[in-house]
């Protein structure tokens, strides 16, 4: 079974700067997805960024980037020039390829931009 | 814009009463998918479908139920609710192989 680990409960950083979500994942599979989610205290789910695991490039979305390092099984999220709007639940959600099936997800982070 | 919407934002019901939580998707995806999350243990699969009428236990499926009879909408049961099953409940629905797309979320208060 997969299981994706996010060791940071809580992170803060100040407006502007930089900061490095953690995730990590177990599996046996060679072919999968890796998703951050962001859930505002709005509430709604938002999906963040996506990775294939078979793309050597990691992928970017605007200040979003992620650090995919398939053989550590290591998929950090990286957020530039913080923003207030920023502040949220990060969830990083793991799913297996040419699956119907649920994703796993973490346990969450959850991320305060201070002014 | 992909759109899930779940029938209420707030629940409070009794100890015993039967409830049913609501969600319908308008963009004909085949999956969808009912968590709850609650602190510290992120979100958590209680059932999927797949399909019209099909459905599949996730990861704590006892004392839920489930009904698909139209792809737009997915029911969750609580068929004698408790209070431990208060907590914050999530609706999401995909097509096959592309990420979720979540509803607003219904707190549901057991008292």
């Known amino acids: 079974a997969q299981t994706v680990t996010q060791s940071q409960p809580e992170m803060s950083v100040q407006e502007a700067e930089t900061v490095t979500l953690s995730c990590t994942y177990d599996t046996s599979e060679s072919n999968y997805y890796l998703f951050w989610y962001k859930q505002p205290p709005s509430r709604q789910m938002i999906l963040v960024i996506r990775q294939e695991a078979y793309k050597q490039q990691n992928a970017t979305e605007n200040r979003f980037s992620v650090n995919f390092q398939k053989a550590a099984k290591s998929f950090s999220l990286k957020i530039s020039d913080s923003q207030l709007g920023d502040t949220a639940m990060y969830f990083c959600a793991f799913m297996k390829h040419n699956y119907g099936q649920n994703f796993v997800f973490g346990p969450g982070t959850r991320l305060s931009v201070l002014p | 814009d992909v759109k899930v919407t779940q029938s209420s934002r707030y629940l409070v019901k009794r100890t015993g009463e039967k409830v049913f939580l609501e969600c319908v998707q308008d963009?004909?995806?085949?999956?969808m998918f009912w968590y709850r999350q609650d602190p510290g243990l992120g979100l958590r699969l209680i059932y999927f479908?797949?399909?019209?009428?099909?459905?599949e236990k996730g990861d704590i499926p006892e004392g839920y139920s489930v009904s698909r009879e139209k792809k737009e909408r997915f029911s969750l049961i609580l068929e004698s609710a408790s209070t431990n099953q208060t907590s914050m409940y999530l609706c999401?629905?995909?097509?096959?192989?592309?990420?979720?797309?979540f509803g607003d979320g219904t707190r549901l208060s057991i008292l």
């Open positions: 963009m004909d995806h085949e999956n």
């Open positions: 999401a629905s995909r097509p096959l192989n592309q990420p979720q797309h």
């Open positions: 479908s797949y399909d019209v009428k099909m459905k």
